[in-house]
């Protein structure tokens, strides 16, 4: 193994999987000699972003004699919600506030008919001198088709079709319409309402094995209604924080979006100027009207056809 600490990383994860029941020995399903068998690669993936944490992506996509698991698994259609529908609806209301459900797609489990393509092999606590053990997946992976997403979804608007008669009816509509995969974004007119509607959903999410977390709003008293251990990391309510929602970055304190500019280090060319403009993430044309000029300058500099490292010319550069 080339890099121990990625081994260890891998097996802390491993672990925590196994304790929570997302992962069994193969042995305790007590699978039949005819059971479907399939064996998934997996590996660790770790976001640039988030240096410190490591997902297991297993590879439900590995061809084997001209055949992958994801070939047999059947494709269900979009349920999920339009990202530009969530945004434009949280900013509808005075008071926002936003969510995250811990480990959405691990709270679906496989048909227990279905484990067994759902197997893997793997080192007892991580030792890779022994000889492998067989395991076997209990929820859905990351990996799979149709995509996690999907059956969480499913998993999700079917919590609210049994549970919901217990509730308001406006708990419907937050489950159709505000909810992005796991992150719930939403805006009331007031406070009250908003502190209800929070502690509603809860209740009614935890019926169907889903638990909100990281809690955030730009409303001290909604913040306060929270339990703490389930508000977002190192609240200080003297300065809300800003947090990243959807990829954006929401500035809770004045409740505002907030863009960072990367300007290009001279010399300015055609790649360092493309870059600064795709690096935009702005879903919503908030800041369509500033990266206009910048576009236009991308177009008069392909016409005067220049490579993609030549520094523009001065006239250009003083735009």
């Given amino acids: 193994m080339k890099d121990n600490s990625l081994l260890e990383k891998h097996q802390v994860v491993m672990n925590k999987h196994l304790s929570k029941g997302y992962i069994i020995e193969a042995s305790e399903e007590g699978f039949d000699h005819d059971a479907v068998c399939w064996y998934i690669p997996h590996h660790p993936v770790i976001n640039p972003e988030k240096p410190g944490k490591l997902r297991i992506v297993f590879d ?7 055949c992958s698991l994801n070939d047999q698994l059947l494709r269900g259609p979009n349920t999920g919600n339009s990202l530009i529908g969530v945004l434009l ?3 509808l209301g005075n008071v926002a506030l936003a969510a995250d459900i811990e480990e959405m797609f691990l709270q679906v489990k496989i048909p227990r008919q279905d484990r067994g393509a759902f197997r893997l092999l793997w080192w007892e606590d991580g030792d890779i001198r022994r000889t492998a053990k067989e395991y076997c997946l209990t929820v859905h992976p ?5 995509p996690p997403p999907f059956c969480a979804n ?9 549970f919901g008669k ?12 505000i909810f992005y995969v796991d992150d719930y974004l939403a805006s009331i007119n007031n406070v009250q309402d908003a502190i209800e509607l929070a502690k509603a959903l809860g209740s009614l999410l935890r019926k169907g094995g889903f638990r909100l977390t990281k809690w955030i709003s730009n409303c001290l008293q909604v913040l306060e209604s929270t339990h703490p251990e389930e508000r977002a990391e190192e609240i200080d309510f003297e300065r809300l ?3 990243r929602t959807l990829g954006l970055f929401w500035n809770t304190m004045v409740d505002s979006f907030e863009f960072n500019v990367r300007i290009p280090k001279r010399p300015l060319t055609r790649r360092s100027i493309l870059s ?3 690096s935009r993430y702005d879903p919503l044309g908030l800041v369509a009207p500033f990266v206009l000029p910048m576009k236009q300058l991308r177009q008069r500099l392909g016409k005067l056809g220049l490579g993609w490292d030549e520094e523009i010319p001065n006239e250009e550069s003083k735009r």
Avoid: M
Wanted: proline fraction near 5%; charge should be negative; hydrophobic fraction near 40%.
């Fill in 60 to 66: 439900c996509a590995a061809v084997y004699q001209g």
């Fill in 89 to 91: 609806r949280f900013r």
């Fill in 142 to 146: 990351f990996g799979a088709v149709p």
């Fill in 154 to 162: 499913f998993a999700l608007k079917k919590t609210e079709d049994i």
């Fill in 166 to 177: 217990e509730f308001n009816e406006d708990i419907q509509d937050v489950v159709d319409k």
């Fill in 241 to 243: 924080p800003t947090e």
């Fill in 276 to 278: 600064s403009v795709a």
